[in-house]
């Protein structure tokens, strides 16, 4: 039974897309041809919530049949009694991974929904602290040749007005030098951010970091795997003990507020990365900023920036949005009231209620699994 009959959720919606990319995408660890999508709709009063998560199409029939009885007839308003129930109902299947990413999907409904609701947009509902965000230019894939990375790199930040880029590292450590030299060439002042993916160990990170000193490289991000606290606490002292002003940024793998409590109490981190389509949504990406408040760390949001931008612009200490090259492509794609580019930030419409994203249906269903 709910508390309020009128927000009752009426139906539950969930559907996966595979979108291809426009050319072969890599990064150190890892090679992909193709994105995949899953959207969660939730429908009560009148109003739909939408919420999606990067992952894979097997969500559609966990949130289909291990979610839709929790949620369907729950009250829309009691957001946090329902999360309670949807981590709970995970325990013997595991939080992490695809279970996180389905709740996520889930709780950015949830709060899009919540919003619709009351008329407001998201921003407002969690309370605006900034009315834009900064982005960084995200792409670099080691799969691209020497012409494509600079032409992406330089027009990030002399024609959008980026004010940082990243590039993929990884693959192979002379190449990788100069990929380096090519971006710095590439984008002139504006600061230069790598990620390994961990393709490295801590050794071969701090010799790399060495290495390329002279390109002022501001960040490198999963320098190891962060699921090795130790190394990332090893490269990160090491960085600084030297001198050179690299900050260490891991978390996008984090799923639970374990993990970034993990990454926190390591001293593993100089900045915290989140993602809210892994980490439980609207909800947990504030529980994440709570921590970096807590911490006094910087707040970086990973990827899907149409989907992170309200919950940005609330976040305390927040740093920078990931303008990632496949998310960016596939939200103006799929999905209207994408937020378009202006001057290296982005800005909600806070005249539309929720987040203002909803799914271009037509466009979306050639890509249907």
């Given at each position: 039974m709910t508390q309020?009959?009128?927000?009752?959720?009426?139906?539950?919606?969930?559907?996966?897309?595979?979108?291809?990319?426009?050319?072969?995408?890599?990064?150190?660890?890892?090679?992909?041809?193709?994105?995949?999508?899953?959207?969660?709709?939730?429908?009560?009063?009148?109003?739909?919530?939408?919420?999606?998560?990067?992952?894979d199409a097997s969500l559609v029939r966990l949130i289909k049949e291990h979610f839709r009885e929790m949620v369907e007839g729950a009250d829309a308003f009691a957001i946090g009694r329902l999360n309670e129930q949807l981590w709970a109902s995970v325990r013997n299947l595991g939080r992490s991974g695809l279970a996180a990413c389905a709740i996520s999907a889930v709780d950015c409904a949830l709060w899009d929904l919540k919003a619709r609701l009351l008329n407001l947009s998201l921003a407002r509902l969690l309370d605006t602290r900034r009315e834009r965000i900064p982005v960084y230019g995200s792409g670099g894939f080691t799969s691209y040749d020497d012409t494509r990375l600079r032409e992406q790199l330089g027009s990030w930040v002399h024609e959008d007005g980026c004010r940082w880029v990243k590039v993929k590292i990884g693959a192979d450590v002379q190449g990788d030098v100069e990929r380096v030299r090519a971006a710095r060439e590439a984008i002139g002042e504006a600061g230069l951010f790598i990620d390994a993916n961990g393709a490295h160990s801590s050794r071969s990170a701090i010799a790399f970091a060495r290495r390329i000193a002279e390109f002022r490289v501001g960040w490198f991000e999963e320098p190891v795997s962060s699921d090795d606290l130790a190394g990332l606490r090893e490269v990160?002292?090491?960085?600084?003990?030297?001198?050179?002003?690299?900050?260490?940024?891991?978390?996008?793998?984090?799923?639970?507020?374990?993990?970034?409590?993990?990454?926190?109490?390591?001293?593993?981190?100089?900045?915290?990365q989140a993602?809210?389509?892994?980490?439980?949504?609207?909800?947990?990406?504030?529980?994440?900023?709570?921590?970096?408040?807590?911490?006094?760390?910087?707040?970086?949001?990973?990827?899907?920036?149409?989907?992170?931008?309200?919950?940005?612009?609330?976040?305390?200490?927040?740093?920078?949005?990931e303008w990632f090259h496949d998310h960016v492509r596939l939200e103006s794609m799929l999905f209207e009231g994408a937020p378009p580019l202006n001057d290296g930030h982005i800005a909600p419409d806070l005249t539309r209620p929720g987040h203002g994203l909803t799914l271009r249906e037509a466009d979306a269903r050639r890509y249907l699994i």
């Amino acid at each position: 039974m709910t508390q309020r009959p009128d927000a009752a959720i009426r139906a539950l919606r969930v559907a996966a897309y595979r979108v291809p990319t426009d050319a072969p995408e890599a990064d150190g660890t890892f090679t992909w041809d193709a994105t995949t999508l899953v959207v969660v709709e939730l429908d009560a009063a009148g109003q739909t919530g939408l919420g999606y998560t990067y992952a894979d199409a097997s969500l559609v029939r966990l949130i289909k049949e291990h979610f839709r009885e929790m949620v369907e007839g729950a009250d829309a308003f009691a957001i946090g009694r329902l999360n309670e129930q949807l981590w709970a109902s995970v325990r013997n299947l595991g939080r992490s991974g695809l279970a996180a990413c389905a709740i996520s999907a889930v709780d950015c409904a949830l709060w899009d929904l919540k919003a619709r609701l009351l008329n407001l947009s998201l921003a407002r509902l969690l309370d605006t602290r900034r009315e834009r965000i900064p982005v960084y230019g995200s792409g670099g894939f080691t799969s691209y040749d020497d012409t494509r990375l600079r032409e992406q790199l330089g027009s990030w930040v002399h024609e959008d007005g980026c004010r940082w880029v990243k590039v993929k590292i990884g693959a192979d450590v002379q190449g990788d030098v100069e990929r380096v030299r090519a971006a710095r060439e590439a984008i002139g002042e504006a600061g230069l951010f790598i990620d390994a993916n961990g393709a490295h160990s801590s050794r071969s990170a701090i010799a790399f970091a060495r290495r390329i000193a002279e390109f002022r490289v501001g960040w490198f991000e999963e320098p190891v795997s962060s699921d090795d606290l130790a190394g990332l606490r090893e490269v990160r002292e090491a960085l600084g003990a030297s001198g050179q002003p690299m900050d260490v940024a891991a978390g996008e793998y984090a799923y639970t507020p374990d993990d970034f409590r993990r990454l926190v109490e390591h001293g593993a981190v100089d900045v915290l990365q989140a993602d809210l389509t892994r980490c439980g949504g609207v909800s947990g990406f504030l529980q994440a900023a709570a921590l970096c408040e807590a911490f006094h760390l910087d707040l970086s949001a990973h990827c899907a920036p149409a989907l992170h931008l309200h919950a940005c612009c609330a976040a305390p200490r927040f740093r920078h949005q990931e303008w990632f090259h496949d998310h960016v492509r596939l939200e103006s794609m799929l999905f209207e009231g994408a937020p378009p580019l202006n001057d290296g930030h982005i800005a909600p419409d806070l005249t539309r209620p929720g987040h203002g994203l909803t799914l271009r249906e037509a466009d979306a269903r050639r890509y249907l699994i």
